[in-house]
């Protein structure tokens, strides 16, 4: 039996993010009064069993590069499990809404193709949604200046042997100020040096890119039938805002009489992190 009418917000975290990164936003929810719970996609955050050469200082790299990763065999479908599993039991103290960042797009898909009816609206947070076979394999019919890819690849750790696994050593920014800029300007350009630092401890090494598979494309049937809000964030140079048009475009080209309801914040990728009041009061307005 449901208990109060007033939502839970069910967070869905990002590449190489996990729970901690909503920290500030939940902060500034339940000052509104509201209940929220981040998710720890599986192999990720406090359970996660990251390579300890990650954490040491000075780094090996080579031992960083062979360690054994904590997604070697997650899948999208352990991803759905876990936050489907996660709605029901929430679900009994009244509405849910499932919001997901960036990467975290694809599984909030995926968990509404196939659990529509534990959710009463999905937000997309400047987050892939996919929905056209053509989008996993053909090149997209849009301008893209991101700044994340360049950034990314001067972090990334050749040699990992898990297949599908990207990883990425986020701490060597603390001692290249330069490499520390580069990759602040795509994820939090509008916040602090301390708050990215902080952001920068949190992340995960690792992340499982084989996730961007058909299951995560959102289906007329199932997504189709949730109330869908896409947040465009104007100031992401991660995933820009040309992207974020062109997958709301052909997202509502799917489910017409269902479009998405569409905001817009002037913010950065990871804008919740720096600025969790501006998007607190989104978020309560929506429901």
Not at 142 to 149: I, S
Not at 171 to 198: E, G, M, V, W
Not at 244 to 273: C, E, K, W
Request: charged share 20%; net charge negative; proline share 8%.
């Amino acid at each position: 039996m449901r208990v109060t009418m007033r939502p839970t917000f069910v967070f869905v975290h990002g590449g190489s993010s996990n729970a901690q990164a909503w920290g500030p936003l939940q902060n500034e929810l339940a000052l509104r009064g509201h209940r929220s719970y981040a998710v720890d996609l599986p192999g990720h955050g406090i359970t996660a069993d990251s390579p300890t050469a990650y954490y040491r200082y000075p780094q090996d790299l080579r031992a960083l590069a062979s360690a054994p990763s904590p997604l070697r065999g997650v899948t999208l479908q352990d991803n759905v499990r876990h936050v489907v599993d996660t709605l029901r039991r929430l679900a009994e103290s009244g509405p849910t809404v499932l919001v997901g960042n960036s990467l975290g797009g694809l599984t909030i898909s995926a968990v509404a193709n196939a659990a529509p009816e534990l959710l009463d609206r999905v937000i997309y947070l400047s987050a892939l949604c996919l929905s056209d076979p053509a989008m996993l394999t053909d090149p997209w019919d849009v301008t893209d200046d991101n700044l994340l890819d360049a950034a990314a690849a001067r972090i990334a750790v050749s040699g990992v042997r898990d297949p599908g696994v990207v990883r990425l050593n986020w701490r060597s920014a603390y001692a290249d100020p330069a490499l520390f800029a580069q990759l602040k300007a795509p994820i939090t350009a509008d916040a602090t040096d301390h708050q990215f630092r902080l952001l920068l401890d949190s992340m995960d090494p690792d992340e499982n890119h084989s996730v961007m598979e058909p299951a995560a494309l959102v289906r007329a049937d199932g997504w189709g039938r949730v109330p869908h809000t896409y947040v465009r964030l104007a100031a992401d140079r991660g995933l820009t805002p040309p992207v974020q048009d062109y997958m709301i475009r052909r997202a509502d080209a799917l489910t017409p009489h269902n479009p998405f309801d569409g905001h817009t914040l002037d913010t950065s990728h990871v804008g919740y992190f720096g600025r969790p009041q501006l998007f607190a009061d989104l978020l309560t307005d929506l429901v």
